[in-house]
């Protein structure tokens, strides 16, 4: 079956036939709408497809990030790669000896 977002395939369908629905999403570029109940649940792309889906990473938008996941803590000038570092070696020394 075909819709307007490209073709739809049943859920068992695409699970019965993974690796032949994978190859025609690599061969067409998708996308394939994967339906349950024939409600549509979710979409396979080409990974090309996917990318160009994507935003753009950029610096703003890793600080804005940063900051959303991690508060305060992100604008801290000392916290570096290095400190990092020895937090994970400190923390992996904590773990191997119990």
């Keep these: 079956m075909t819709t ?3 073709r739809a395939l049943a859920a068992t369908e695409v699970k019965n036939r993974f690796g032949q629905v ?3 999403v690599r061969r067409t ?3 394939i709408v994967v339906q349950r109940g024939g409600k549509p649940v979710a979409v396979i792309l080409s990974i090309e497809s996917y990318e160009r889906l994507r935003p753009k ?5 890793r ?6 996941a991690f508060g305060m803590w992100a604008e801290r000038a ?3 790669d290095e400190w990092l570092a020895r937090g994970r070696a400190r923390w992996r020394s904590e773990w191997q000896n119990e």
Excluded: C, M, V
């Design 22 to 24: 994978l190859s025609e």
């Design 29 to 31: 570029g998708g996308p």
């Design 57 to 61: 990473r950029t610096q703003a938008n």
């Design 4 to 6: 307007k977002n490209g």
């Design 78 to 80: 000392d916290i570096d």
């Design 63 to 68: 600080r804005d990030a940063a900051l959303a």
